[in-house]
């Protein structure tokens, strides 16, 4: 399974960015996808996940209210909106996937991750 993430950049607070995350290597639409963050220094850490219908999601609560997260699986892409954007978001994003079909928020619940992309947010 392989991951691509993309969309990154930087961005003033208060703005917004899409992340797209596009996967190959086995029948996206049936698992589950994560979004996770990685700022200098700390550790990762897990933002939102969706259920492999894209339904069910959950977040951090850091993200409530800023964050969504969607998928189009006939395009086998996950998606990860962010408006109102902190700098404090400011970190590493990384998309992932297990073997669970619905949202999960341990790492210890992913198997594949993506190369991240860095998303800067200037004050």
């Known amino acids: 399974v392989q991951l691509q993430a993309s969309g990154g950049g930087l961005v003033q607070a208060g703005g917004s960015l899409r992340l797209s995350c596009t996967a190959s290597g086995r029948t996206f639409s049936r698992y589950g996808m994560g979004w996770f963050r990685q700022a200098p220094g700390q550790e990762r850490e897990f933002v939102i996940s969706?259920?492999?219908?894209?339904?069910?999601?959950d977040s951090a609560d850091s993200v409530k209210g800023r964050f969504t997260i969607s998928r189009d699986n006939a395009k086998n892409t996950v998606y990860l909106q962010m408006n109102n954007l902190k700098p404090e978001d400011t970190a590493v994003y990384y998309c992932a996937t297990g073997d669970s079909a619905w949202p999960r928020r341990h790492l210890n619940e992913y198997v594949y991750w993506g190369q991240g992309t860095q998303v800067t947010v200037s004050s």
């Open positions: 969706a259920s492999w219908s894209g339904v069910t999601t």
